[in-house]
């Protein structure tokens, strides 16, 4: 079945950089676009970035555009998230999610929390 | 970016109880809207996709219409597994964006 593992992160301060990456299995990963999405705490969901399965399309929420990169390693199974100039409206959990038939996200991984503090 | 409106944004309810959740888009989106419901500390699980369509092994009581700028999500006979907060979510283009979120909570 489609399992997703989210890992890398963590404290950081304002300012500074992390990488997320999501370790994905049981499906042909070269095949399906995937996202990232965030919770900051206590509130809703916020999409954030979405690459198309070859990697030729990616598209940002505007909150992250121009600080956030996502990228992917169709050899390695692997998503990831560059995020850039981090804020203390950064910190979230974020979730690495597949997209299933129709175009919806279908299997969300567990999420890793980062939290952007001085 | 297109704007998702949900109401109510939050709920209170009995065992066995119909409950209605609206999400209004701030344009046409055809049916591309799906929903998805989230217990505290869990992922959000997908429970209808392309308006209506129930994803697989989501009890039937779920169901979900509309089309355009106007959805709903109706849960028929409330069980006590179903309190948890629920989303809409528009994929008709980037960014995609969410509703705010209807809380359900036990009256």
């Known amino acids: 079945q489609v399992k997703l593992v989210e890992s890398g992160g963590g404290v950081v301060q304002p300012g500074k950089s992390l990488r997320l990456s999501c370790a994905a299995s049981?499906?042909?990963?070269?095949?399906?676009?995937m996202h990232w999405v965030r919770q900051a705490p206590g509130k809703g969901l916020e999409w954030v970035a979405v690459?198309?399965?070859?990697?030729?399309?990616?598209y940002y929420a505007d909150s992250v555009k121009g600080r956030f990169i996502i990228s992917r390693d169709n050899s390695k199974n692997t998503l990831s998230l560059q995020m850039n100039s981090l804020t203390a409206e950064d910190t979230a959990v974020y979730y690495c999610?597949?997209?299933?038939?129709?175009?919806?996200?279908?299997?969300w991984g567990q999420g890793t929390t980062v939290t952007v503090s001085s | 970016a297109i704007q998702m409106t949900q109401s109510p944004s939050s709920l209170s309810a009995s065992v066995g109880d119909r409950v209605t959740i609206t999400c209004r888009a701030s344009?046409?989106?055809?049916?591309?809207l799906n929903w998805y419901q989230q217990k505290p500390g869990k992922a959000p699980k997908l429970l209808i996709y392309?308006?209506?369509s129930l994803q697989g092994g989501v009890p039937s009581r779920f169901s979900g219409s509309g089309s355009g700028t106007d959805f709903t999500l109706t849960i028929s006979g409330l069980q006590p597994e179903d309190f948890a907060t629920y989303y809409c979510?528009?994929?008709?283009?980037?960014?995609?964006?969410f509703g705010q979120g209807t809380k359900v909570e036990i009256k």
């Open positions: 999610v597949h997209i299933g038939g129709y175009n919806a996200m279908d299997v």
């Open positions: 690459m198309s399965y070859d990697g030729s399309k990616e």
């Open positions: 049981g499906f042909t990963f070269r095949s399906y676009g």
């Open positions: 344009q046409g989106i055809r049916s591309d």
């Open positions: 979510l528009q994929d008709y283009d980037y960014p995609w964006t």
């Open positions: 392309a308006a209506s």
